[in-house]
């Protein structure tokens, strides 16, 4: 059975940081490219990080980089998001990504909300 369980959200003050962990199970995650996605109410689902299997390449989106680090640890079957430096806006559901050319699975998704 395939899961992918998102943990680390919560709620933080704006300047502050979270470590998002994504933990996979039944499927081979050193071979997938993962991702990190978010979606605020009313909006639409964006991407905010990827690393390819190897974990040689990133890509972030433009609102995040220098404040987001994704990282994966392929012994413990992990991916992770260090968020620092964070704003009001980044405040919504986050989710992981397990992409192997069509085949890709979801998590379901960790709150986070920066306020004060």
């Known amino acids: 059975q395939v899961q992918l369980v998102e943990s680390g959200g919560g709620l933080v003050q704006p300047g502050g940081s979270l470590r998002l962990s994504c933990a996979a199970s039944g499927f081979t995650f050193s071979g997938y490219a993962m991702r990190w996605y978010r979606q605020a109410p009313g909006k639409e689902r964006e991407l905010v990080a990827a690393m390819s299997s190897s974990g040689g390449s990133t890509n972030y989106a433009d609102s995040v980089k220098g404040r987001f680090t994704i990282s994966r640890d392929n012994a413990k079957n992990t991916v992770y998001l260090q968020m620092n430096s964070l704003k009001p806006e980044d405040t919504a559901v986050y989710y992981c990504?397990?992409?192997?050319?069509?085949?890709?699975?979801w998590g379901q998704g960790t709150q986070v909300t920066v306020s004060s």
């Open positions: 990504k397990a992409e192997l050319y069509r085949s890709s699975y």
